[in-house]
C-alpha cells in the first residue's frame, strides 16, 4: 500500500466511526482527538477495525502511535506492506 | 453450539452488548426467557394499543454533533446516526412540593434561574454543587469508597425542601437504594435528567428496541426469545455451558448477563457462596396508564413529567402499605415536541410500592387491590391537580408482582440492588454483569453499561 492508500484506508475506518464528522478537513500533524473530539472508546474501535479489516494487531502500549494521522501512517504502512507479502 | 459469549437478556445493555461483539465478528448469542424484547423498557399491548412500559422519557438528551456525552457515546459506539433515534425532546417538567415548584426543560439555565427565584439564599449553593457535579467522572469503571449523596449535598445547601425536590426526580428515576442515594449515581443522574433532559423517540420503546435488534441481526448475532437460561454450569470458577429452560444447552467462552448480579449469581451451579451474601434491591412502584378521550393539555396537565410530592418532606422507601400515593411521578407523553400529535390523551402516574405486600395478595384480592390503590392515587392527585376522571376512556395498572414477573429481578426492584458492580466483575471468571446492576442507569446508561462491558471483558480482554 502507497502512503495516500494507507491514508484512505484510516480515513474510512474513521468515517465509519464517526459518522457525522468532517474528516476532508483532517491535518495530519495535529492530534486525531483534538481535531474530531476521540475519546478511548473510539480508539479502541480504530484498532479494532485495523484487526477486522487488515489483520493488524495494535498492542496497547503502541495506541501512542495512531495520536495523529501521520503516526498513524508511519506506524502502518510497513504493518500493511508485510500483510500484502505474506498474502 | 459453542460461542464466543452469550448473552443473557434482550434489554437495552444486552441488545447493545450484542451489536458491540458482532460488529467485531464474535460469534454472539443473546438468550431473552420472554418472547418480547426490553426487560425493563419494554412495551406490551392491549386492546390495539401499545404501551411503553418502564420509559417514561428518555433522559440524556443531547443534540446532533454532541459526542461526548453518554447519548453521542452509545450513538458512534453503536454506529447509528442522531437522527436514527428519532427523538422528541420535551416541553418542561416540574417537581411540585406543596407551596413550591420548580420547573426545568432540557437547558439547564432554566432551571438555575427557578432555583434563583424559588430558592434566592440556596443559589449559590446550587451552583457550586452543579459544578462539583460537572467534574466528577461518574462513568468510571473503578469501584470506589461509598459517599452519600444527601450528605454532599448538605454541603452545598441547607433547605432541606430544596434538597428533597432536586433528589425527587433523581431517586425516582434510577436509585435502587432507600433513603440515600450512592454519590456518583446521583451524578448520573443528576446529569442525565438536569444537565442533559428528557426526550421521547417517535414510536416508543418499540422503535428503538427494533432499531438495536434489526441491528443486532443485520450484523450476524442470534437471538433466541421465549427460552430462558435455567442454570450456568460452573467447573473451576468458570461457566463452562448454560442450560435452558428448553433443553438446549449452549457453551460460549464468556457470559455477560443482564438479569441482576444476584438473579445471575443463584442461577450458578453451584452458586458460589456470594449469592446469598449480598442484600437484593426493594424499591419497585405502581404504575396506572390512563388513556383519555382528548388532549392532556385541553385538562390543565402542560408539562412533560411531574415530579410531586404532597407532603412537606420526600420520603423514598419501601412503604409499610402497598402504595405510597402521597408522592410520585406523572408523566404526559403527549407533552413532547413530537412532528405530529399522538392519537390519544396518555397520562402515566406512578407511585413507590411493596412487593411483599402484593406478593401475598390472593388472585381476587389482588385485582381488587389495584383498583383501590388507582383511586387513592387519584384522589391524592386531585388535591395537587387538576381531575381528569371524567375523560378516561382507558385504564391499565401494573405493580411491582407484574415487574417481578416480567423481569424476574428479585422483590420486583426496578433499578436492582443498591449496590452495583461496576466493572462487572463476578466470583466466576468468564461471567460478568451489564445492565441495571452494573450501575449505569436510565435507558441511555443501560446501553452504555452494555458497551462498556462488551468492550472492557470481551473486546480488550480485561480478563
Known amino acids: ?87 | 453450539m459453542a460461542y464466543d459469549v452469550a448473552i443473557i437478556g434482550a434489554g437495552l445493555s444486552g441488545l447493545a452488548a450484542g451489536i458491540r461483539l458482532a460488529l467485531f465478528d464474535k460469534k454472539v448469542v443473546l438468550i431473552e426467557r420472554h418472547t418480547e424484547i426490553g426487560g425493563l423498557n419494554s412495551f406490551y399491548s392491549r386492546k390495539h394499543r401499545t404501551f411503553d412500559v418502564g420509559l417514561h422519557a428518555m433522559t440524556n438528551f443531547s443534540p446532533r454533533g454532541a459526542r461526548n456525552t453518554p447519548l453521542g457515546k452509545i450513538l458512534k459506539q453503536l454506529r447509528f446516526r442522531h437522527e436514527d433515534f428519532r427523538l422528541c425532546p420535551q416541553e418542561t417538567s416540574e417537581i411540585r412540593f406543596p407551596g413550591k415548584s420548580l420547573r426545568f426543560t432540557n437547558d439547564f439555565e432554566f432551571l438555575t434561574q427557578e432555583v434563583a427565584e424559588q430558592f434566592p439564599d440556596q443559589l449559590d449553593g446550587f451552583l457550586k454543587l452543579s459544578a462539583r457535579i460537572r467534574e466528577y467522572d461518574e462513568i468510571s469503571l473503578e469501584n470506589r469508597s461509598w459517599i452519600s449523596a444527601r450528605r454532599v449535598m448538605e454541603e452545598f445547601l441547607s433547605d432541606p425542601l430544596l434538597i428533597d425536590m432536586l433528589f425527587c426526580p433523581l431517586a425516582y428515576y434510577g436509585n435502587a437504594r432507600e433513603e440515600d442515594m450512592e454519590f456518583y449515581q446521583f451524578v448520573i443522574m443528576f446529569k442525565s435528567i438536569f444537565l442533559e433532559g428528557f426526550s421521547k423517540p417517535l414510536g416508543g420503546m418499540h422503535y428503538i428496541l427494533h432499531l438495536l435488534a434489526d441491528k443486532y441481526r443485520a450484523l450476524g448475532g442470534e437471538l433466541i426469545l421465549g427460552n430462558g437460561v435455567e442454570s450456568l454450569c460452573v467447573e473451576n470458577s468458570r461457566v463452562t455451558a448454560l442450560q435452558l429452560e428448553g433443553g438446549q444447552a449452549i457453551e460460549a467462552s464468556a457470559v455477560l448477563s443482564s438479569m441482576g448480579y444476584l438473579e445471575t449469581l443463584r442461577r450458578c451451579s453451584p452458586a458460589p457462596p456470594q449469592a446469598t451474601e449480598a442484600a437484593p434491591g426493594k424499591m419497585s412502584f405502581m404504575e396506572s396508564i390512563f388513556v383519555l378521550d382528548r388532549e392532556p393539555r385541553e385538562l390543565g396537565f402542560d408539562r412533560s413529567i411531574v415530579f410531586f410530592c404532597t407532603r412537606p418532606r420526600f420520603e423514598y422507601r419501601v412503604p409499610g402499605e402497598l402504595v405510597d400515593v402521597t408522592s410520585g411521578v406523572l408523566c404526559c407523553p403527549n407533552n413532547f415536541r413530537f412532528p405530529e400529535p399522538l392519537p390519544e390523551g396518555i397520562l402515566r402516574l406512578t407511585h413507590q410500592a411493596n412487593f411483599e405486600l402484593w406478593d401475598r395478595l390472593p388472585r381476587k384480592e389482588y385485582i381488587a387491590a389495584k383498583k383501590e390503590c388507582r383511586a387513592r392515587g387519584l384522589a391524592e392527585l386531585a388535591t395537587f391537580f387538576p381531575d381528569f376522571s371524567d375523560s378516561v376512556v382507558f385504564i391499565d395498572s401494573f405493580t411491582p408482582k407484574t415487574i417481578h414477573k416480567y423481569t424476574g429481578h428479585i422483590h420486583g426492584a426496578v433499578y436492582g440492588c443498591p449496590d452495583k458492580v461496576k466493572n462487572g466483575v463476578t466470583p466466576v471468571k468468564n461471567l460478568f454483569i451489564c445492565g441495571t446492576d452494573q450501575g449505569f442507569l436510565g435507558i441511555i446508561g443501560a446501553t452504555l453499561s452494555g458497551i462498556s462491558m462488551a468492550n472492557f471483558h470481551v473486546l480488550q480482554g480485561h480478563r
Open chain 1, 1 to 87: 500500500m502507497t502512503r495516500d492508500e494507507v491514508r484512505g484506508a484510516i480515513l474510512d475506518i474513521l468515517s465509519e466511526i464517526a459518522p457525522d464528522e468532517n474528516i476532508e478537513s483532517i491535518d495530519d500533524n495535529r492530534k486525531l482527538r483534538d481535531q474530531m473530539d476521540l475519546d478511548s472508546m473510539d480508539f479502541l474501535d480504530i484498532v479494532m477495525e485495523l484487526r477486522k479489516r487488515f489483520n493488524i494487531e495494535v498492542p496497547e502500549k503502541d495506541y501512542e502511535h495512531l495520536a495523529t494521522m501521520s503516526g498513524c501512517i508511519a506506524y502502518l504502512q510497513p504493518l500493511m506492506l508485510k500483510k500484502q507479502v505474506a498474502n
